[in-house]
């Protein structure tokens, strides 16, 4: 079965750089997340998409941005980079009126910012 | 705020030996409350979706069951391939209809 695609799979970047990672989601699926997993962490919300309008909003900075396509694939834009961005980024995906709106994780993104 | 507490952080089993985790929550109406497993440097993989108290739900050596409190994944005569961290998480009616709010895990480890 298809899951979720996300590119780059590894990223590196200076301070201060811009990044921009992808996220592909599960075909027909509408609802689009993301979240930051620091080492040892549990995964933290940062935002969500559904039909391609922002549904909700977690602990982003300002600095990141993210936005959905028309086709559902999901852009999240991180500028000024800080050493403390270096953490696995997560996209999921779900579809929405499944009545458990069950989320389906990505591979993820590592960015090590030096 | 929705919260979310896993217990043990860490279990070395025996192959072999069986055991259960735990998965104590706070939520101001639960929609629903996942299991998932994540291996190093993965994306959380989807184990099991439970809604309601009394719930229960298996594949293969894995077991999860719900109460109002808390949930439990029992774990039955654990392979060395079952070692991974297993992430509690839990959807909440309140507020944000969207985020998910993990614990922070317990990382499991089969021994041969």
């Known amino acids: 079965a298809a899951g979720v695609i996300q590119s780059p799979r590894h990223l590196i970047k200076e301070k201060r750089e811009t990044a921009t990672l992808k996220c592909y989601p599960i075909?027909?699926?509408?609802?689009v997340y993301w979240y930051q997993q620091g080492p040892g962490q549990d995964p933290q919300f940062l935002i969500s998409?559904?039909?391609?309008?922002?549904?909700d909003k977690g602990s982003i900075p300002d600095r990141f941005s993210a936005q959905q396509f028309s086709d559902y694939h999901s852009e999240l834009n991180m500028s000024s980079l800080e050493l403390g961005d270096s953490a696995l980024y997560f996209c999921?995906?779900?579809?929405?009126?499944?009545?458990?709106?069950?989320?389906?994780f990505g591979p993820g993104t590592r960015l090590t910012v030096l | 705020e929705d919260q979310v507490t896993q217990s043990p952080e860490a279990l070395r089993l025996q192959e072999g030996e069986s055991s259960s985790l735990n998965c104590s929550y706070t939520?101001?109406?639960?929609?629903?409350l996942f299991w998932y497993r994540q291996d190093p440097g993965k994306g959380p993989e989807f184990l099991f979706t439970?809604?309601?108290a009394g719930e229960e739900k298996e594949k293969e050596r894995l077991k999860a069951t719900l109460t109002k409190k808390e949930s439990f994944l029992h774990i039955t005569a654990p392979k060395p391939e079952d070692s991974a961290t297993y992430l509690c998480?839990?959807?909440?009616?309140?507020?944000?209809?969207?985020?998910?709010?993990f614990g922070k895990g317990t990382l499991l480890t089969v021994n041969p």
């Open positions: 999921a995906s779900s579809l929405a009126g499944e009545q458990y709106n069950e989320q389906f």
């Open positions: 075909p027909r699926h509408d609802t």
């Open positions: 998409f559904y039909e391609k309008m922002q549904s």
């Open positions: 939520v101001s109406g639960l929609r629903g």
């Open positions: 439970l809604y309601s």
């Open positions: 998480a839990v959807l909440g009616s309140g507020g944000s209809n969207y985020k998910l709010t």
